[in-house]
């Protein structure tokens, strides 16, 4: 896969900086700009959105100008990247919620029992971050918050190929982070590049 058009999806819900997701974020970021590629990035921990509460909302109301400002960016997008903590096995509940009020009816799916899929064209990556090892999340957790990402929400609005870097032991050695701070810009490199 090659993206010139990157857009960075920072989910973690606390904005403090000293937040591991922030700093793999901006050497992701960087590294697609030394790559040649241009960067749109959103904070979900700045974003004020409210959670969809109904199917009617969901269908037929107008998004917020926050919400539609951040479609606007998935469109520009040739490839998205998600970055966020595991919290309690899964995405943290502020991605999921932005997760619903941007993936509406008409705009990454069509309507009917069998939607068309409307973001076709785009890839993405996956990084999340956790306090146990990434094989333990891998094997004996089979990464299945992870898979249902990929299969149930990315490939089902037609954004395909998904990779993903599963950054475990995160708060273990120091050293093990500032490899992963490397190895952010090596990736960010390779989606651009291909
Ligand atoms: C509410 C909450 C739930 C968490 N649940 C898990 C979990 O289910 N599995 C796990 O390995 N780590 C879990 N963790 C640890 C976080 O994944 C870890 O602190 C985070 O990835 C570190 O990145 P950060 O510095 O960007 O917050 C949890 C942390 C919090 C605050």
Partial sequence: MTARNVLIVD??????PERF??????????GVRDAGGDVRRIDLAGLKFDLLDSRSQWEEETPSPEIAA???DILWAGHIVFLYPLW????????????????????ALGTGA????????KSA?????MGMPALFYRFFYRAHSLKSFERNILKFVGIK???HSIVGNVEGEPEHRQRWLAR???????????
């Fill in 11 to 16: 989910a973690h819900p606390d904005p403090c």
């Fill in 21 to 30: 997701v922030h700093a793999l974020a901006d050497s992701y970021a960087a």
């Fill in 70 to 72: 951040a479609q606007q």
């Fill in 88 to 107: 309690l096995g899964d995405m943290p509940a502020l991605l999921k919620g932005f997760l619903e009020q941007v993936a509406r009816p008409g705009f």
């Fill in 114 to 121: 069998m939607p068309a899929a409307l973001l076709k064209g």
């Fill in 125 to 129: 990556r996956i990084v999340v971050t």
């Fill in 161 to 163: 190929p998904v990779t």
């Fill in 184 to 194: 952010m810009g090596e990736l960010a490199a390779e989606d651009v590049r291909g």
